[in-house]
């Protein structure tokens, strides 16, 4: 009896060590996605801020683009999001 208790003890002991193994992996999980949401929000709020200045403003007003016209294409918008 007292062997079986033994062996069944070794059991638990590697369960819970691989347990917490899948846990802490799971933090970093949770963690990258956190932040991977989060750089998708503020792209989000920074394209919903230039659709909604250029839908506001002509597009040759200076304020409206300070490091010049944007292309076609919208290049500025997407070297803003590349930074992030």
Request: proline residues 4%; hydrophobic residues 30%; glycine residues 6%.
């Amino acid at each position: 009896m007292r062997e079986q208790a033994k062996l069944r003890l070794e059991e638990l002991k590697k369960e819970f060590e691989t347990g917490q193994s899948q846990l802490q992996e799971l933090d970093r999980q949770q963690t990258r996605l956190r932040e991977t949401l989060l750089r998708i929000s503020g792209a989000i709020q920074i394209l919903d801020e230039t659709l909604a200045s250029e839908n506001s403003q002509p597009q040759d007003h200076p304020a409206n683009n300070p490091g010049g016209r944007l292309d076609s294409d919208g290049a500025r918008i997407r070297r803003v999001i590349d930074r992030s």
